[in-house]
């Protein structure tokens, strides 16, 4: 079992539709968990961190459930510049040095 | 600010041949990395430093070395590559290991190809 999956998608959306996806995580040491965007062809850029508690940032709700070991991004009204794939990523720390885990990604389409 | 560059952006290789895949940053970045990314799977480690004369290994190290003589370069060797080294690589900076390890900036990649 992989330690973080994400559905590959894609993810087929409508502009102005909301779309939410998951990751899955299964060490339990985890820490620390993000979403990374990656554009076509590109290198990845950090897009948000998520919170115990859950955060936004404009359109961009993330949400953490470590009781089921699950991370969530919900893109409300989305335009077309979101069609990319998303990366989960988590950080977790099974000795003294810093591990990052990455999640195959989640390709979101956004159809005009 | 350039911020992290990586050359070459491409790269056909013959099975056996050696390269050496450049990597700089401008940021005064203690900590970098180089990854590969390949299609269905998440980014892999390949080798780190966490300082000028430092590096160590990864989650897939075999069959590439690594070197950092100053803050700035990071310069990963192919030392006799493998069909199994098809993929992307990505050069990635932080600004320290301690501080905020998630927060990596990453260079452009290079697409290489072993035939």
């Known amino acids: 079992r992989k330690e973080v999956e994400q559905d590959p998608g894609p993810f087929n959306v409508p502009e102005g539709a909301t779309v939410a996806f998951n990751c899955t995580y299964s060490?339990?040491?985890?820490?620390?968990f993000f979403w990374y965007r990656q554009d076509c062809r590109k290198e990845p850029k950090l897009l948000m961190s998520?919170?115990?508690?859950?955060n936004e940032d404009g359109r961009f709700t993330a949400q953490l459930n470590r009781a089921s070991q699950y991370i969530s991004l919900l893109i409300r009204d989305s335009k077309l510049s979101d069609s990319a794939t998303y990366l989960c990523v988590v950080l977790a720390r099974p000795d003294s040095n810093y591990q990052l885990i990455w999640g195959a990604g989640t390709k979101l389409i956004i159809k005009p | 600010n350039a911020g992290v560059t990586q050359t070459p952006k491409f790269q056909v290789l013959k099975t056996g041949q050696s390269m050496t895949l450049q990597c700089a940053q401008d940021m005064n970045h203690e900590y970098m990395s180089w990854y590969r990314q390949d299609p269905g799977m998440g980014l892999r480690l390949i080798h780190y430093?966490?300082?000028?004369?430092?590096?160590d290994q990864g989650e897939v190290p075999n069959g590439y070395n690594v070197s950092r003589s100053t803050t700035e370069d990071f310069p990963l060797r192919l030392l006799s590559a493998a069909p199994s080294q098809t993929s992307v690589y990505f050069c990635?900076?932080?600004?320290?290991?301690?501080?905020?390890?998630?927060?990596?900036?990453f260079g452009p990649g290079t697409r290489l190809t072993v035939t």
């Open positions: 998520v919170y115990s508690s859950g």
């Open positions: 060490n339990s040491a985890s820490q620390s």
């Open positions: 990635a900076s932080s600004y320290s290991y301690r501080v905020k390890p998630y927060e990596q900036y």
């Open positions: 430093s966490v300082g000028a004369g430092i590096t």
